[in-house]
């Protein structure tokens, strides 16, 4: 089971990948979210509970993260980062490999193109998966698209 991370401080979105089959198959998908009304230490704090949590009961063997790239908004970009921190973390914790991908690669590995729209990588996500409904919320598509580009890219 691969689990997909879309990290970020107010939404984590996440998705679990069965990878065992051949065929993707999603199991389970979602989002962490923290109130701006904590302070940030406590937010985190909660991000890294809800991933061990989903990791101990979906089994996870791995876990893929989206890396920061480029950010325009340095405060929202730190952040970000800080949330990139505590996956790793929190994957390492729990004895998981934990690969990361840019916004880049993931666009690469699922629509072959590095500029794909945001909308051509969801519908990628929902035909790799067989799904005839979107991944809502567009997180937790995230997460799933971060899961099949570690599962394309045979990294593990």
């Keep these: 089971m691969i689990l997909g991370i879309d990290p970020g401080v107010a939404n984590t979105g996440w998705a679990v990948v069965d990878d065992s089959g051949g065929e993707p198959r999603l199991v389970d998908c979602g989002v962490i979210e923290t109130s701006k009304r904590e302070p940030v230490g ?3 704090g909660q991000i890294d509970d809800g991933l061990r949590e989903i990791v101990h009961k979906y089994k996870i063997s791995k876990m893929a993260v989206e890396l920061l790239y480029f950010a325009r908004n340095a405060r929202s970009a730190m952040g970000v980062a800080e949330a990139i921190g505590v996956v790793r973390l929190s994957g390492c914790r729990e004895g998981l490999e934990v690969v990361g991908y840019t916004p880049l690669q993931v666009k690469m590995a699922l629509v072959g193109y590095g500029r794909a729209e945001k909308r051509q990588v969801e519908i990628m996500v929902r035909q790799s998966l067989g799904l005839e409904e979107e991944i809502s919320p567009s997180h937790a ?7 099949l580009t570690a599962m394309y890219s045979k990294k593990w």
């Design 42 to 44: 406590v937010r985190l």
């Design 141 to 147: 598509s995230d997460a799933a698209a971060v899961a």
